[in-house]
Every structure is written in structure tokens, then in C-alpha cells.
């Protein structure tokens, strides 16, 4: 299973980006897909996930509102939409995915066994 992440760059706060996380290996079912992200100095944190099947969703307190994480059935592909960015959301956002996971575990990157490379978003105020 191999999973690429793209769509990051520098925008202005109170931009918006893009990222997209294609999902190769596995057809993409019984699984959850997840954001997280690592800024300078910090530990890696959740941003949001979501279920495949049914497409429940989660976030991060610090995103809710802001951004939306959705998937592409078509195309294996998990998708974060982020909006009225914040210099504090600068960070380098890694996608994982992992085959059905409980609500608590969700949340915690070390639940997850597959990894993206990371993309860099970087907000200047």
C-alpha cells in the first residue's frame, strides 16, 4: 500500500488549499483515511479523518469550522479542503490509512500503518 500527498504550498492567511492523498495497493473499503500534521519543533497531531464506508468523519478541535476532509471513490483518493488558513496551521500534513479503526484510535498516529510522504503548508500573516 502506497500512498502519495500533494497540494501543499505557501498561501496568505485566510487562503485555502488543496491537499490530495492518493491511495495505491488496496482498493479502498473497509478503511480509514487520516490527516495529520507536524509543525517545527511539535509532535505529529490529528487533523481529521475519514471512514470509507459510510464516510463518517472526525477533526481536530483547531479545525472544525475550516477545513473538510472527503473522498473520491473513483479515484482512491482522500481529499482535506482547507480554508481561512492561519499562520499556526503551517506544518508539514502527512495522509495514513489503515483498515477500520475504533473512534479512540482514530485520533492517534500510532494506530495507523500506512504513510504518505508529508506536503508542506506553510501560512504567512
Known amino acids: 500500500v502506497q500512498l502519495q500527498a500533494s497540494g501543499g504550498g505557501m498561501v496568505q492567511a485566510g487562503g485555502s488549499l488543496r491537499l490530495s492523498c492518493v491511495v495505491s495497493?488496496?482498493?479502498?473499503?473497509?478503511?480509514?483515511v487520516a490527516w495529520f500534521r507536524q509543525a517545527p519543533g511539535k509532535e505529529r497531531e490529528f487533523v481529521a479523518a475519514?471512514?470509507?464506508?459510510?464516510?463518517?468523519?472526525f477533526y481536530a478541535d483547531s479545525v472544525k469550522g475550516r477545513f473538510t476532509i472527503s473522498k473520491d471513490n473513483a479515484k482512491n483518493t482522500g481529499l482535506l479542503q482547507m480554508n481561512s488558513l492561519k499562520p499556526e496551521d503551517t506544518a508539514v500534513y502527512y495522509c495514513?490509512?489503515?483498515?477500520?479503526?475504533?473512534?479512540?484510535?482514530?485520533?492517534?498516529?500510532?494506530?495507523?500503518?500506512?504513510w504518505g510522504q508529508g506536503t508542506l503548508v506553510t501560512v504567512s500573516s
Open positions: 495514513a490509512a489503515h483498515t477500520y479503526l475504533i473512534v479512540s484510535a482514530t485520533y492517534s498516529a500510532q494506530h495507523y500503518d500506512h
Open positions: 495497493g488496496v482498493t479502498l473499503n473497509n478503511h480509514v
Open positions: 475519514i471512514r470509507w464506508r459510510g464516510g463518517h468523519t
